[in-house]
């Protein structure tokens, strides 16, 4: 955000100065050690710890290539190059200094770029704790649009660089910007990496008040219930923001800059006022906090340009605050500052949940992020899925001649995690900068990966790449794959390989699009399967139609005219083939099933061709009853779309809705339809409903054969403005459930100014509402923003065109437009969510499980093919596991990666929470030597989450906590695994990390 500086007579005098202050702070440490070991009595001096940093955003209102270099200036004056080329002249000046690096998408791109002398005095600058990196991920990720495995990878990323490079494992989380913190980051991206402090500066400014009253700012976090006072962590709360207190920002240029000037033989001297002022500064710090020790972030966005500016003027200000004796200042970092607080051995307040939703004033909630930018999202979410896809089929090709294809991914999957990014709070044109970093970066892998997926399958484990020429299809999700859409000749057959990530069976259905309608479909072993063409409807073509061209440039000329239907069971981490032909004469052909308008005879249409039936009312074409034969759940539920009208600012508050923020104009948002006209399309494996809302809005319901519950896939857009109002829409699935905590924060009264986006939160993975007999989930299929503002309401967020910028930075409206032959319109998001109705308590195996077939779809890879002599040289389906071998249903492999040092990580992860599900919720087993099958483990080490140390060399560190000291019960943990049976056992939630050698 905002940043905070003696011109000396002679030569001589420099001199003179520098070796005093040298001097000066060599005692300065001495007095430190002292101060903090007197600290445990009152008395002690204060310690203002200086910790000198730069907020490297890894692109925002630049790109990060902008950032970098220090280009297009206009928008921001940014240079990280700058900044560590400076911070290095100026570190070497002065052993006392000090300065933490935190972006590795920054560093590691200016490190290989250094000469080794340079690199010879980082490597010493880094040994001596000059330089301390903190965090150390690829980027400061955000924490509430990420999934959990992409901010695992960006950190380990990181991490594993810094200790190939520096052999230092980095002790302190740094996410001082993302807006509002989940407990996730607490233990999972703090204590189980070895974090033993986690420092941030964003929290609900009414919860902050009342901790800076309570001098409760720095509290023990045990975010997660199942592990407790077990994976804890220290956490600073800054008391205003990341910049240093007002005045001491020493930036280059910076047109408020007060130099400190300390020459007594010249004019302006201020050095009095500026002790004063520091002394004043530290002191209300310190009302605010607990011990002798307080913290100021000496640095601010891209801050540094010119270091020697900063460390100028707090080398004279620690000099001379030290002379004068009333507090102690020194350069630091959030690792000595951790010690000392421990040292001191004081009492800290606990903190159990998440801080979220954040909001920095009375109408200024951050919770519209959660769901900005959807389709970016969206293609975020698609990439994680398969890039952990892609490095399964590169670690079961083994070390090969294509080396290590799927590193093409890492960068711009790391850089994609930025609290700018996947957050949707960049400008458009940083973005699409983002975007074309991941489709270059997938392309490179999907070669990779249709290359890989040949020597794989075949017999002989030969790479005949001349052979057979897959291809892959992006963009299915709007109908849209050449490969399937071409005709299939004669003697020939469509073969479509699934790849299953998940470490167990599954059987799931797959849609292409084709053109032909007399299409038999057969499994691998030569069997004609069901199958069940579906017209493709107009919204979809007219989808296909704009975006093809709009993305690839191409004209589809004939969009296809059905999805052909089938179910494709792949056993675990393996692959099944399926052949696709035109049928010569009659009898097993797929049908074609084609919409029909219901019949207005009947008041309800009762739709579904296995257990989940849904009713839909005639007359207002919309939901009304969900109820699955299996469970016996009959439930009355509703479904509308509806929109906020975006606030602009009113006459109470300027607040505009924004990227950031979510401001409506008004608590009851308006009904996007009533009644919908409804089409039902009827056939054996399938049953589509078909509504269409408004203009605007279409979904599809889809209910498979032997499936519990339904796939609802809405398009929506593009949102029209010729009103002048921006939109924010939502799904609402309503029911008469009871009383639902709202307006509630569990560690404070909280004062309610935003009745709606005050009780919105990010949902990631899914969401559900349950009353004392019946549970109603949702899982979704990228991050979104979700709430219930009424009983009996649960409503996502799907979409949102806002037409002003609501001043939080980006400084742009939210106004996603796509562009083709010189006119643009708004964007069209199109997503997918999941639904099912369970008895209360019995939901859970549901979402864990369907919710990592959601992140892990198969991946499908296409090639037309004689079936004879494909046959001959193929293997048609295998798995990575011994035959009958699969994990268990609490457990996913989460990572499975070759590293370029010769070994391959290894994440198994349980599934459930802690008492979450009676059966589940339990120590599971997973035996290695059968999932790896053939291949067989030569050396197993657990490591930390990131990889970076080994797990028994993890320090963990007590902390004395205030009031309830209760631990909760003791985490169910597995224990050691014995290098002889290679069993792994997981306790709930637990995530265990290996290296591998084989
Ligand atoms: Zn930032």
């Known amino acids: 955000m905002a940043p905070p500086a003696l011109l000396v007579l002679v030569a001589v005098a420099v001199i003179t100065?520098?070796?005093?202050?040298?001097?000066?702070?060599?005692?300065?440490?001495?007095?430190?050690?002292?101060?903090?070991?007197?600290?445990?009595?009152?008395?002690?001096?204060?310690?203002?710890h200086l910790v000198p940093h730069s907020h490297d955003d890894v692109g925002?209102?630049?790109?990060?290539?902008?950032?970098?270099?220090?280009?297009?200036?206009?928008?921001?004056?940014?240079?990280?190059?700058?900044?560590?080329?400076?911070?290095?002249?100026?570190?070497?000046?002065?052993?006392?200094?000090?300065?933490?690096?935190?972006?590795?998408?920054?560093?590691?791109?200016?490190?290989?770029?250094?000469?080794?002398?340079?690199?010879?005095?980082?490597?010493?600058?880094?040994?001596?704790?000059?330089?301390?990196?903190?965090?150390?991920?690829?980027?400061?990720?955000?924490?509430?649009?990420?999934?959990?495995?992409?901010?695992?990878?960006?950190?380990?990323?990181?991490?594993?660089?810094?200790?190939?490079?520096?052999?230092?494992?980095?002790?302190?989380?740094?996410?001082?910007?993302?807006?509002?913190?989940?407990?996730?980051?607490?233990?999972?991206?703090?204590?189980?990496?070895?974090?033993?402090?986690l420092h941030f500066a964003r929290i609900d400014y009414q919860d902050r008040e009342r901790r800076k009253a309570d001098k409760g700012l720095e509290v023990i976090w045990r975010g997660s219930r199942t592990f407790g006072s077990s994976a804890q962590i220290f956490t600073n709360i800054f008391p205003v923001n990341y910049s240093p207190p007002d005045g001491f920002g020493f930036e280059v240029l910076d047109e408020d800059i007060v130099p400190v000037q300390d020459d007594l033989q010249q004019f302006d001297n201020n050095i009095k006022e500026r002790v004063n002022d520091f002394v004043a500064a530290a002191i209300a710090q310190a009302n605010v906090t607990r011990t002798n020790h307080i913290m100021w972030t000496m640095g601010d966005d891209f801050s540094y340009q010119y270091a020697e500016s900063w460390f100028r003027n707090m080398d004279k200000l620690i000099y001379h605050v030290n002379k004068d004796d009333r507090v102690?200042?020194?350069?630091?970092?959030?690792?000595?500052?951790?010690?000392?607080?421990?040292?001191?051995?004081?009492?800290?307040?606990?903190?159990?949940?998440?801080?979220?939703?954040?909001?920095?004033?009375?109408?200024?909630?951050?919770?519209?992020?959660?769901?900005?930018?959807?389709?970016?999202?969206?293609?975020?979410?698609?990439?994680?899925?398969?890039?952990?896809?892609?490095?399964?089929?590169?670690?079961l090709l083994g070390r090969s001649s294509l080396g290590l294809f799927t590193t093409s991914l890492e960068d711009p999957m790391g850089i994609a995690q930025h609290h700018d990014a996947v957050s949707g709070t960049a400008k458009q044109h940083t973005t699409d900068d983002y975007s074309k970093r991941l489709a270059l970066g997938a392309s490179k892998v999907e070669k990779g990966v249709n290359i890989a997926l040949t020597c794989l399958i075949n017999s002989n484990r030969t790479c005949m790449s001349s052979v057979v020429k897959f291809s892959q299809c992006p963009l299915l999700n709007i109908s849209y794959c050449p490969s399937t859409e071409e005709t299939i000749l004669a003697a020939k057959n469509l073969v479509v390989v699934a790849y299953n990530p998940l470490g167990w069976d599954r059987s799931e259905f797959i849609r292409v699009p084709v053109n032909d309608e007399n299409l038999i479909v057969k499994s691998s072993d030569g069997t004609i399967i069901d199958s069940q063409l579906v017209e493709v409807d107009s919204v979809s073509r007219n989808l296909a139609k704009f975006y093809v061209k709009a993305y690839l440039g191409i004209i589809a000329d004939k969009p296809p005219r059905y999805w052909l239907v089938f179910q494709a069971s792949v056993p675990p981490m393996g692959w099944n083939s399926y052949y696709i032909s035109r049928s010569i004469g009659t009898g097993h052909n797929s049908t074609v099933y084609v919409a029909t308008m219901v019949s207005p005879s009947n008041d309800m249409v009762e739709v579904g061709p296995g257990p989940l039936k849904m009713s839909f009312s005639l007359a207002f074409g919309q939901l009304k009853r969900i109820f699955n034969s299996v469970s016996g759940v009959d439930l009355p539920i509703e479904q509308n779309f509806f929109w906020y009208r975006s606030n602009e600012g009113d006459t109470v508050d300027s607040q505009a809705s924004g990227a950031?923020?979510?401001?409506?104009?008004?608590?009851?948002?308006?009904?996007?339809?009533?009644?919908?006209?409804?089409?039902?399309?009827?056939?054996?494996?399938?049953?589509?409903?078909?509504?269409?809302?408004?203009?605007?809005?279409?979904?599809?319901?889809?209910?498979?054969?032997?499936?519990?519950?339904?796939?609802?896939?809405?398009?929506?857009?593009?949102?029209?403005?010729?009103?002048?109002?921006?939109?924010?829409?939502?799904?609402?699935?309503?029911?008469?459930?009871?009383?639902?905590?709202?307006?509630?924060?569990?560690?404070?009264?909280?004062?309610?100014?935003?009745?709606?986006?005050?009780?919105?939160?990010?949902?990631?993975?899914?969401?559900?509402?349950?009353?004392?007999?019946?549970?109603?989930?949702?899982?979704?299929?990228?991050?979104?923003?979700?709430?219930?503002?009424?009983?009996?309401e649960l409503e996502i967020m799907l979409h949102r065109r806002i037409l002003r910028d609501d001043n939080k930075g980006v400084d742009e409206p939210l106004g996603e437009v796509v562009c083709l032959d010189g006119s643009c319109k708004g964007l069209t998001a199109r997503g997918t969510y999941y639904v099912k109705v369970d008895k209360l308590g019995h939901g859970a195996h549901w979402r864990r499980t369907y919710g990592q077939q959601v992140y892990s779809p198969y991946l499908l890879a296409f090639t037309h093919e004689y079936e004879t002599s494909w046959k001959s040289y193929n293997v048609a389906k295998a798995s990575m596991m011994d035959a009958n071998y699969s994990l268990p249903d609490n457990v996913a492999i989460v990572t499975l990666q070759n590293l370029d040092d010769g070994t391959t990580l290894l994440r198994l992860a349980h599934l459930f929470q802690a008492a979450e599900d009676p059966r589940y919720s339990v120590i599971t087993k997973v035996e290695l030597r059968k999932a790896f099958g053939k291949r067989s483990i030569k050396e197993l080490t657990e490591t930390n989450l990131s990889a970076n140390q080994k797990k028994s060399e993890m320090k963990k560190v007590d902390w004395r906590v205030t009031g309830n000291t209760e631990n909760g019960p003791i985490p169910l943990k597995g224990g050691p695994v014995d290098s002889e049976s290679l069993v792994v056992e997981l306790g709930p939630m637990e995530i265990r990390t290996f290296l591998l050698k084989f």
């Open 17 to 48: 100065a520098a070796a005093t202050m040298a001097r000066q702070a060599s005692a300065a440490r001495a007095a430190f050690a002292v101060a903090s070991n007197a600290t445990a009595g009152a008395g002690g001096k204060l310690n203002v």
């Open 60 to 197: 925002w209102l630049k790109t990060v290539d902008q950032y970098y270099v220090g280009s297009n200036n206009s928008i921001q004056r940014a240079c990280v190059m700058n900044t560590l080329d400076s911070v290095v002249d100026a570190l070497a000046r002065n052993p006392d200094r000090k300065f933490v690096v935190v972006e590795q998408a920054f560093f590691q791109r200016w490190w290989a770029e250094q000469l080794p002398n340079i690199q010879a005095i980082v490597r010493k600058l880094v040994a001596s704790g000059q330089i301390e990196f903190v965090n150390g991920g690829w980027c400061m990720h955000d924490e509430a649009a990420v999934h959990y495995i992409d901010m695992i990878d960006q950190t380990t990323l990181g991490h594993r660089m810094i200790k190939k490079q520096f052999n230092k494992t980095p002790s302190a989380g740094w996410q001082i910007d993302p807006f509002g913190h989940s407990a996730v980051q607490a233990y999972l991206l703090g204590a189980e990496l070895g974090f033993n402090s």
């Open 328 to 395: 102690h200042a020194l350069y630091s970092t959030p690792s000595i500052y951790t010690d000392a607080k421990h040292i001191s051995n004081e009492s800290w307040p606990v903190k159990y949940d998440d801080y979220f939703p954040y909001a920095d004033a009375k109408n200024a909630y951050w919770t519209g992020y959660y769901s900005s930018r959807p389709t970016f999202k969206r293609y975020v979410r698609v990439q994680s899925g398969y890039y952990l896809a892609a490095r399964q089929i590169e670690f």
């Open 660 to 792: 950031y923020i979510f401001r409506p104009n008004v608590t009851t948002p308006t009904i996007a339809s009533s009644p919908v006209p409804l089409k039902v399309i009827r056939g054996p494996l399938i049953n589509e409903v078909h509504q269409q809302f408004n203009s605007w809005i279409y979904q599809v319901t889809r209910l498979y054969k032997n499936k519990e519950h339904a796939e609802v896939e809405y398009t929506i857009g593009p949102i029209p403005i010729d009103d002048d109002i921006g939109k924010e829409v939502i799904t609402r699935l309503t029911k008469t459930w009871p009383q639902t905590a709202r307006n509630h924060r569990e560690d404070w009264g909280l004062n309610v100014t935003e009745p709606v986006a005050g009780n919105y939160y990010p949902v990631n993975l899914g969401v559900y509402v349950a009353d004392e007999k019946y549970e109603l989930s949702i899982l979704v299929d990228r991050a979104v923003g979700a709430s219930s503002i009424q009983d009996g």
